[in-house]
């Protein structure tokens, strides 16, 4: 046996990985690559069963205008820059109907972090959406849009996140975590809350009840010691409050972000990368049920393979991604069920939708 391969069959036995250990792991090459995978599947089967979810939502987007300008993202744009819109009453309602008209269970909010939105505008809209969608579960604001929201009100976090609760808030997103170690968010989104504020902000969300998702957003500037120490602080705060939902997958989508532009990034993970950072998170993370692949962000036919590599969650119909589009992914806007279907009948798997917080519909 390798050490890779007794690694994984400790790990197998109920061994809790080390941040070190995970390092090591996300640098396997070869055939290691598949010990690891073959591993991560086994433990999914444990944990999870055979059977593959997804939500039915659709992604709402409010404004591209965002205070961020992170140097990894396409989308964001200034006020004055061209193509920058921010959307009114109106046409958020018109999309949040044509989401309700779609049977979905969840709508996901995805903006930029306006400069001048505040607590009272992100009530408004949840308001809107819930006039003409009701019922409907509504995913949205991460810890930068908290932070954002308290700084604007004079107002703290908590108090920002109870209002939001209260309001018709059903789950936080755990996006802006990016990668959760200071040096890394200096360079690929500085104006970013830094990572003991997201800790805390998440931390305080899932106190106050509200649960989240968890997100790693890889293959830009980080090394895989970086990696490691992200997943450690998520497996950290779930020992301690187990609010995640689930671990959600981004990889980097590089063609037209200033980052690559400027030579900072790398263009994105490899297929091997992918592979071993569901697998690893499956492994390491030893506290979440849920792994899930971004199939907008890896296309169909990796989103199967990942599938076989930890992965049990394949998020949501999305019917709309911008963010993914204007950082130059392509195919990205809709999955229907039935290609889903598709893919995971052909691994002798079982498709199930699921809610927001994963009791099945
Ligand atoms: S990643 Fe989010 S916060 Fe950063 S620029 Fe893009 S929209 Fe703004």
Not at 118 to 129: E, K, N, P, R
């Amino acid at each position: 046996m390798t050490g890779i391969s007794s690694l994984v069959s400790d790990v197998l036995a109920g061994y809790r990985l080390t941040t070190p250990e995970a390092t090591l792991l996300l640098k396997a090459k070869g055939r290691d690559t598949l010990t690891i995978v073959s591993g991560a599947d086994e433990m999914r089967e444990r944990r999870v069963g055979d059977v593959v979810t997804y939500v039915r939502n659709q992604n709402l987007h409010v404004t591209n205008i965002c205070k961020n300008l992170c140097g990894f993202c396409g989308f964001g744009r200034k006020a004055t820059d061209d193509g920058a819109y921010c959307h009114d009453k109106a046409a958020i309602q018109k999309q949040a109907r044509l989401a309700y008209e779609r049977n979905v269970t969840e709508i996901c909010l995805l903006s930029g972090v306006h400069p001048g939105f505040s607590l009272d505008t992100y009530i408004d809209i949840m308001h809107w959406i819930h006039a003409v969608a009701p019922g409907v579960h509504i995913h949205a604001f991460s810890p930068d849009e908290v932070a954002h929201a308290a700084y604007r009100g004079k107002m703290t976090t908590p108090e920002v996140i109870a209002r939001l609760k209260e309001e018709g808030l059903g789950t936080i997103q755990g996006t802006a975590a990016e990668i959760l170690v200071d040096s890394v968010r200096q360079v690929i989104c500085p104006r970013k809350v830094p990572t003991a504020d997201w800790v805390r902000i998440i931390k305080e969300a899932h106190t106050a009840g509200l649960r989240s998702t968890a997100t790693i957003m890889y293959g830009s500037y980080e090394t895989a010691e970086d990696q490691a120490r992200h997943l450690a602080i998520l497996r950290d705060i779930q020992d301690e409050t187990n609010g995640f939902t689930e671990l959600v997958t981004l990889p980097f989508v590089h063609t037209s972000t200033p980052l690559y532009q400027q030579g900072l990034a790398r263009a994105g993970p490899t297929g091997r990368e992918d592979l071993l950072m569901l697998a690893v998170s499956r492994l390491f993370l030893d506290n979440f049920t849920n792994i899930q692949v971004a199939w907008g962000k890896v296309g169909l036919k990796m989103t199967q393979i990942a599938l076989l590599a930890g992965a049990n969650d394949l998020a949501g119909t999305m019917f709309t991604d911008d963010v993914t589009g204007d950082a130059g992914g392509s195919g990205s806007d809709y999955l229907d069920p039935a290609d889903m279907e598709r893919i995971v009948a052909d691994i002798r798997r079982r498709l199930r939708q699921r809610t927001t917080l994963y009791e099945f519909v």
